[in-house]
């Protein structure tokens, strides 16, 4: 059984920065992409980043050159590095898990990925 738990979540000024950690429990984290998606108040899921089991990233746009994920297979950890942070960064954050075949590409469809952790809360004051 996979489970999956964020931290690092909390109150930024807009300019600041936060890393978002999650950790991974159960076997074969290498088996998996792991990606980030948001949801602010009223607002459907959307994707943030992700990372392939062999380190490929893709980030939405809006944070391509502020947000950095990485993955650590030895601590079974994946980190959002969040720079230059804007208010509409506020959200909850969400780590989430997708068994995928090592070639292919980190996945942008949340209903793909098969584990979902309990959400971090980001905000970030103007």
């Known amino acids: 059984q996979v489970q999956l738990v964020e931290s690092g979540g909390g109150l930024v000024q807009a300019g600041g920065s936060l890393r978002l950690s999650c950790a991974y429990s159960?076997?074969?984290?290498?088996?998996?992409?792991m990606g980030w998606f948001r949801q602010a108040p009223g607002k459907e899921r959307e994707f943030v980043a992700a990372i392939s089991r062999r380190g490929v990233t893709y980030y939405t746009d809006s944070v391509k050159g502020r947000f950095t994920i990485s993955r650590d297979h030895a601590k079974k950890t994946v980190y959002l590095q969040m720079s230059a942070m804007k208010p509409e960064d506020t959200a909850v954050y969400y780590c989430a898990a997708d068994f995928l075949d090592v070639g292919r590409l980190p996945r942008q469809d949340w209903s793909q990925y098969d584990y979902w952790g309990q959400g971090t809360q980001v905000t970030v004051s103007s």
């Open positions: 159960g076997q074969a984290f290498s088996s998996y992409a």
